[in-house]
């Protein structure tokens, strides 16, 4: 297929479509992968106000508050850990489908729930779906999208999250003027609506060109690649780039091929990713593992959740204040996730996870310290720890957007190796989810027994050890093709001649 599908470049090279058409056909298939995300932030945005009526309405504790805040993300590791097998044996187009089915299912349960344990049933349903969209959405667009746009595309999961939570915030907003026993399950069922969109879109999506040729489709690979390259050249390129990564001989040119040695459905890739790594795979994994950490360890969804009692705490008494204030949140993170994605592939991964984590270092020792004067000053408005408190949330919120938000899922869905990348990207969300979980559901007992100033303290320290982890493991993959990538990995001293290497590589891309 090689050769026809070469002579073919040169004579339609003429009338072949436009650069922009091309990028457009992967900018379309990138924001219907990422649709999965809206569902996701709706989630978690809705249940940061529709706990305080929640609480109130089925009489719950701070502890049962807790678990029912960050039970889903814990839930959601079984998702995860099926769903690099699933990808793998159903395509990754398919799963996407099946993790919208789970968030439906999972919405109509909470909306309908009349007590604890129902709406806990709701949570589980919903978690597998987050653990389904979390891994699949940024490992489809990394895999459509080409070199020169690839950070861009794959960081669209991040802004849909954003966008999510926001509308989340909102919905509480417009929701609480129910009366309380609607209120709520009016905010958490209307998540089933976003769903029957996402499973009619989906149909219009391609299958992965990297899945595709793992199953031995060539032909049907290189009309993915032809659609999303910008130019027949490139998509060739792509094409051989993945065969030699596959392991499929270049002599092997037909449209449908039997894959030789093929590990079908995953066989064998749990040996090679943990048991017996190569020395620059057991680097790659432990950058994907350290960089989902230090996303979530650092405290993102203790404000992401718990916006109206921290505000509430900083000073902000009234219900209606709080979410306003908690909007407030969800638009500055949106705004920002926007300038991260639009200047992540002119920066660098690197760069901006170095920038972002320093910011969030800083607002966070702020955030923490104006808190605790707050805390030890009972019964006096303090104005100006009170306008720290609330600058630093927005502040904190916007560092994490513009690096560490969408540059965790863009990095961890492009180093791993083809056959890898599906269980590999998975652990990582595995561990990502897990965090996140445990920070839902400490976060009320930390802060009381650190107090609300020294949990926060307690992140900024986390957010410190991270700069200095990815200062010293992660290596730049900017403009990479996947099927180098690599090579950028296994030796920690040579990170500043491989990164002139990602840059290069760059260069060529642009031309």
């Known amino acids: 297929m090689s050769s026809s599908r070469a002579e073919q470049g040169v004579v339609v090279a003429e009338?072949?479509?436009?650069?922009?058409?091309?990028?457009?056909?992967?900018?379309?298939?990138?924001?219907?992968?990422?649709?999965?995300?809206?569902?996701?932030?709706?989630?978690?945005?809705?249940?940061?106000?529709?706990?305080?009526?929640?609480?109130?309405?089925?009489?719950?504790?701070?502890?049962?508050?807790?678990?029912?805040?960050?039970?889903?993300?814990?839930?959601?590791?079984?998702?995860s850990g099926a769903a690099g097998r699933t990808s793998d044996w159903i395509g990754r187009r398919f799963t996407i489908v099946l993790a919208g089915a789970f968030f439906f299912c999972g919405a109509l349960l909470m909306g309908f729930?009349?007590?604890?344990?129902?709406?806990?049933?709701?949570?589980?349903?919903?978690?597998i779906g987050v653990g389904y969209a979390m891994m699949i959405a940024?490992?489809?667009?990394?895999?459509?999208?080409?070199?020169?746009?690839?950070?861009?595309?794959?960081?669209?999961?991040?802004?849909?999250?954003?966008?999510?939570?926001?509308?989340?915030?909102?919905?509480?907003?417009?929701?609480?003027k129910l009366p309380e026993h609607l209120g709520w399950r009016f905010m958490l069922g209307v998540g089933a609506v976003p769903s029957v969109f996402l499973a009619i879109g989906v149909l219009a999506m391609p299958e992965s060109p990297r899945w595709l040729v793992l199953q031995g489709r060539l032909g049907d690979a290189f009309k993915v690649l032809d659609k999303t390259s910008n130019t027949k050249e490139e998509a060739i390129s792509r094409l051989n780039d993945i065969k030699r990564?596959?392991?499929?001989?270049?002599?092997?040119?037909?449209?449908?091929?039997?894959?030789?040695n093929k590990k079908s459905a995953g066989k064998g890739v749990w040996k090679d990713l943990l048991v017996r790594p190569t020395p620059s795979v057991r680097h790659i994994l432990i950058a994907c593992l350290g960089v989902h950490f230090a996303q979530q360890a650092s405290g993102i969804?203790?404000?992401?959740?718990?916006?109206?009692?921290?505000?509430?705490?900083?000073?902000?008494?009234?219900?209606?204040?709080?979410?306003?204030?908690?909007?407030?949140?969800?638009?500055?993170?949106?705004?920002?996730?926007?300038?991260?994605?639009?200047?992540?592939?002119?920066?660098g991964r690197r760069a901006l996870l170095l920038t972002s984590m320093g910011g969030m270092f800083l607002s966070l020792t702020a955030l923490g310290t104006s808190l605790t004067v707050i805390d030890r000053n009972p019964g006096q408005t303090l104005k100006w720890a009170i306008?720290?408190?609330?600058?630093?949330?927005?502040?904190?919120?916007?560092?994490?957007?513009?690096?560490?938000?969408?540059?965790?899922?863009?990095?961890?869905?492009?180093?791993?190796p083809v056959r890898l990348r599906a269980q590999g990207a998975s652990l990582g969300v595995m561990l990502?989810?897990?965090?996140?979980?445990?920070?839902?559901?400490?976060?009320?007992?930390?802060?009381?027994?650190?107090?609300?100033?020294?949990?926060?303290?307690l992140f900024a320290g986390v957010a410190a050890a991270a700069w200095v982890f990815f200062f010293t493991f992660l290596p730049e993959t900017r403009g990479m093709p996947l099927e180098e990538m690599e090579s950028l990995f296994g030796s920690y001293t040579a990170n500043k001649k491989k990164n002139s290497v990602s840059k290069d590589n760059e260069v060529v891309n642009e031309q």
């Open 301 to 347: 969804d203790a404000v992401v959740l718990y916006s109206p009692t921290i505000f509430s705490r900083a000073g902000l008494k009234s219900k209606n204040d709080q979410l306003l204030a908690t909007v407030a949140v969800g638009v500055v993170k949106t705004l920002f996730i926007v300038v991260g994605t639009c200047v992540v592939d002119r920066f």
């Open 15 to 79: 009338t072949e479509p436009p650069r922009g058409n091309r990028s457009r056909y992967a900018f379309a298939c990138a924001i219907l992968a990422s649709m999965t995300s809206i569902i996701l932030g709706y989630d978690i945005g809705v249940m940061s106000g529709a706990s305080i009526f929640i609480k109130d309405d089925l009489k719950l504790s701070d502890v049962q508050l807790e678990i029912l805040m960050g039970i889903l993300n814990i839930y959601s590791l079984i998702g």
């Open 113 to 127: 729930a009349t007590n604890y344990p129902f709406i806990m049933v709701g949570r589980f349903v919903a978690g």
């Open 245 to 260: 990564a596959a392991g499929i001989p270049a002599d092997m040119t037909d449209d449908v091929i039997v894959v030789p």
């Open 387 to 416: 306008g720290l408190a609330v600058t630093t949330v927005m502040t904190f919120v916007a560092t994490f957007s513009i690096g560490a938000g969408p540059v965790t899922w863009v990095y961890c869905s492009e180093i791993f």
């Open 432 to 457: 990502n989810r897990l965090m996140s979980g445990i920070i839902g559901m400490t976060f009320l007992s930390l802060s009381k027994g650190l107090t609300i100033g020294g949990a926060f303290l």
């Open 138 to 176: 940024p490992v489809y667009t990394a895999e459509v999208a080409p070199a020169s746009s690839r950070g861009f595309l794959s960081s669209f999961p991040e802004i849909f999250i954003n966008i999510g939570i926001l509308l989340g915030y909102v919905s509480n907003y417009f929701f609480s």
